[in-house]
T-cell receptor, first 112, second 116 residues
Framework: GENVEQHPSTLSVQEGDSAVIKCTYS??????FPWYKQELGKGPQLIID?????GEKKDQRIAVTLNKTAKHFSLHITETQPEDSAVYFC???????????FGIGTKLQVIP | GAVVSQHPSRVICKSGTSVKIECRSL??????MFWYRQFPKQSLMLMAT?????????EQGVEKDKFLINHASLTLSTLTVTSAHPEDSSFYIC????????????FGQGTRLTVV
């Protein structure tokens, strides 16, 4: 089955700096890679995703890159703000009925 | 984005009783729904995958008779924790996927279950 590794597990950055979270996956059949933000006591929220036919995708301050050959994908948050503080999960899936496999999560703290 | 509503958000029950958690897709038809369990400061652990009108597929180690899943319609799935015990206390989260292709899975807000 799919195995998703995520690092770092915790990340502290100063407000305004960039944050990068990296993930690797094991199953070359995975073709959909979402990123979720989870605030305390709430369900995960989809913030951005990328499909295997795309190498990079950007949405305002958030960008995701995918290297299919190396089976790496990363989340980049620029100009971080205190409200970006949360736990971020990467995930991999084959879509359809296939399950979504999550990384272990990264607790991001943005220091004002 | 699509909305998935999970109810209740919090529930406290006595040991030995059963608890039902509902997951509804409000503005789309969910071909597939997933149920997860999350322990504090840990990742989401998939419990089962359910497709409308068919039996749920449970992950290894998850007791089918304890965690009953019913996906009765394209907008509703339920998870019933039967004969709950304190060790079942956890955060349960559902997610719904709209189509068969590479489509997003949207999450409910989670249910905090406390068994006393």
């Amino acid at each position: 089955g799919e195995n998703v590794e995520q690092h770092p597990s915790t990340l502290s950055v100063q407000e305004g700096d960039s944050a990068v979270i990296k993930c690797t996956y094991s199953d070359s059949a995975s073709n959909y890679f979402p990123w979720y933000k989870q605030e305390l006591g709430k369900g995960p929220q989809l913030i951005i995703d990328i499909r295997s036919n795309v190498g990079e995708k950007k949405d305002q301050r958030i960008a995701v890159t995918l290297n299919k050959t190396a089976k790496h994908f990363s989340l980049h948050i620029t100009e971080t703000q205190p409200e970006d503080s949360a736990v971020y999960f990467c995930a991999a899936s084959q879509g359809g009925y296939q399950k979504v496999t999550f990384g272990i999560g990264t607790k991001l703290q943005v220091i004002p | 984005g699509a909305v998935v509503s999970q109810h209740p958000s919090r529930v406290i029950c006595k040991s030995g009783t059963s608890v039902k958690i509902e997951c509804r897709s409000l503005d789309f038809q969910a071909t597939t729904m997933f149920w997860y369990r999350q322990f504090p400061k840990q990742s989401l652990m998939l419990m089962a995958t359910s497709n409308e009108g068919s039996k749920a597929t449970y992950e290894q180690g998850v007791e089918k008779d304890k965690f009953l899943i019913n996906h009765a319609s394209l907008t509703l799935s339920t998870l019933t924790v039967t004969s709950a015990h304190p060790e079942d206390s956890s955060f349960y989260i559902c997610s719904a996927r709209q189509g068969l292709g590479n489509t997003e899975a949207f999450f409910g807000q989670g249910t905090r279950l406390t068994v006393v």
